[in-house]
C-alpha cells in the first residue's frame, strides 16, 4: 500500500476490538433493568428543551455532590490532603447530563478516556519530577501530557474532552501533584460514579447511553460498513443494500419500524424524527463519497 494512499494512514482499533465486544444483553435482563441502562423498545416522545435543561440542572447538581460526599469519605484519598473533586468533572458533567447524546459523552469515552489521561498525566509527571528543574518546566509537561492523551484517546476512540484537562491538571496542579498514582483511582472512581447517577437521572425521561461500546452493530456475524442496531438499544440505521440505500431491519430485539434511509451519490436523507451521532452521520457520508 503506498504511503500517498489515504488508507495507508487510517488505523481503526474496532476492526480488532469489535470482534472481541459482546452483545449487550437486553434479551435476558428485565426491562426495568435494561431501561435504566439505556435500551428502549419504543422510541422516545420529543420533550421541550426547557424539560432538557431542567434535568441537566438536577443531574449536574446531584452528580457533582455525590462524587463529592464519596470522595471525602475515602481515607487514603484524604491522608494525602486531595481535593474534594478533579476539575475536570466539572465539563464532564455537562457532557454527561446535557450533551447526552453526544459520542464524546458515552461510557466508553467517559470512563476509559478518564482513565488513559489520569495514568499518563501522572506519569508524565513522574517522569518531569525526576529534573532537578522541575518547577521551571512543569509547563512543558503539562501541555505534553494533555497532547500525549489526546492523541491516545483518538486512536483508541475514547475522546472525552474533559479528560485533557485531567492530563493537564495531573502535572500543573499542587493537589494533584500530592496524590500521585492515587490520582488514576480517585478519577476512575469519579467516572464511575457520575456514570451511575447518569443511568439514573437521565433515563427518566430521556435516553442513556446511545451505545456503550459503540453505535456498530456487534453481532458475531456483522460487517464492516453494516449498522443495523447500536449495543445501546436504540435503532439508527439498517443494512446497507445494491441499490445504495438503507433499510429497515428485521427488529429481532423488539424495537421498532424505522423508514428508510436514503443514500446516493454525494447525498444522504434521513428521516427528520431519526438522530443520527457526528461519527454515524461521517459513516453514511463517506458512504455516499464511494458511490
Given at each position: ?172 496542579s499542587n493537589d494533584s501533584l500530592q496524590l ?11 467516572a464511575v460514579l457520575m456514570l451511575i447517577v ?94
Amino acid at each position: 500500500m503506498r504511503l500517498s494512499d489515504p488508507e495507508a494512514w487510517h488505523f481503526d482499533i474496532d476492526r480488532w476490538l469489535n470482534p472481541l465486544i459482546p452483545r449487550p444483553p437486553w434479551r435476558i435482563l428485565p426491562y426495568p433493568i435494561s431501561y435504566f441502562l439505556g435500551h428502549r423498545k419504543q422510541p422516545l416522545k420529543p420533550i421541550g428543551n426547557l424539560i432538557m435543561v431542567a434535568w441537566a440542572f438536577l443531574g449536574i447538581f446531584i452528580g457533582l455532590i455525590v462524587v463529592e460526599i464519596v470522595t471525602k469519605q475515602v481515607p487514603i484519598f484524604q491522608d494525602h490532603h486531595a481535593p474534594i473533586i478533579i476539575a475536570s468533572f466539572g465539563a464532564g458533567s455537562v457532557l454527561h447530563f446535557y450533551s447526552i447524546e453526544s459520542p464524546l459523552a458515552q461510557p466508553r469515552n467517559a470512563v476509559v478516556g478518564q482513565l488513559i489521561a489520569s495514568i499518563v498525566g501522572v506519569g508524565i509527571c513522574k517522569l518531569f519530577a525526576l529534573s532537578p528543574h522541575f518547577e521551571s518546566i512543569r509547563w512543558i509537561g503539562g501541555a505534553l501530557s494533555c497532547a500525549i492523551a489526546t492523541a491516545l484517546m483518538a486512536l483508541t476512540k475514547t475522546v472525552h474532552p474533559p479528560a485533557g484537562a485531567t492530563a493537564l491538571l495531573a502535572v500543573v496542579s499542587n493537589d494533584s501533584l500530592q496524590l500521585g498514582w492515587l490520582l488514576v483511582p480517585m478519577v476512575l472512581l469519579g467516572a464511575v460514579l457520575m456514570l451511575i447517577v447518569a443511568l439514573l437521572i437521565n433515563n427518566i425521561q430521556r435516553q442513556f447511553p446511545y451505545y456503550w461500546w459503540s453505535p456498530e452493530d456487534l453481532s458475531p456475524d456483522s460487517k464492516r460498513g453494516k449498522i443495523t442496531e447500536d449495543d445501546g438499544g436504540h435503532v439508527h440505521e439498517a443494512d446497507l443494500e445494491k441499490n445504495s440505500s438503507i433499510s429497515s431491519p428485521s427488529h429481532s430485539e423488539g424495537s421498532f419500524d424505522q423508514p428508510q434511509i436514503i443514500i446516493r451519490r454525494g447525498t444522504v436523507h434521513v428521516p427528520s424524527h431519526i438522530y443520527l451521532t457526528p461519527e454515524e452521520r461521517l459513516l453514511l457520508e463517506e458512504l455516499s463519497d464511494r458511490l
